[in-house]
């Protein structure tokens, strides 16, 4: 199963995501059944590391998003991945119009995984102060875990399957 975190230029919010991910499967051990990755709508960002903000608020959380390059959703994710997850609206939008016929079913709303937090918006917290960034890992720690529990019986039939 592969993942991909949708939000504008793969800088903050889904950079993020995919490290809280990345650490979560791995925790739950799902790190070599499960691939995640993110990419922005925009490509003003193609290259660079994740906002220094969210990497220092990811790692004193235990998460390094240093190796993480901002990349711009490509028409390929739309068969490579099993969903496409946008942080908010906008980006949920611009996924469902990007993505070919019978492929729309692959865009979600990451935060409907969420179990504490209701909200349908993980806010961009690019033009804010530090607690934004914080409040953006709690919303991601919250909706991946919630996210782990709905994919894991598909991922476990998956793997019945392969044996």
Request: charged residues 30%.
């Amino acid at each position: 199963m592969k993942i991909l975190f949708v939000c504008t230029g793969n800088i903050c919010r889904s950079p993020t995501a995919e490290g809280v991910a990345r650490r979560w499967l791995v925790m739950a051990g799902l790190g070599e059944l499960v691939g995640v990755d993110s990419a922005g709508i925009q490509g003003y960002h193609v290259g660079e590391a994740p906002d220094p903000r969210s990497q220092s608020a990811a790692l004193r959380r235990g998460y390094d998003l240093s190796r993480l390059r901002a990349r711009k959703v490509e028409p390929k994710d739309f068969e490579e991945f099993d969903l496409l997850l946008a942080m908010d609206r906008d980006h949920f939008q611009y996924l469902r119009d990007k993505a070919p016929e019978g492929k729309r079913h692959k865009v979600r709303m990451f935060m409907s995984y969420a179990r504490m937090v209701r909200r349908d918006d993980v806010p961009d917290p690019y033009y804010g102060g530090a607690t934004g960034f914080d409040a953006v890992l709690d919303m991601c720690e919250d909706a991946v875990q919630g996210l782990i529990d709905e994919i894991l019986p598909e991922v476990n039939r998956r793997r019945q399957s392969v044996s």
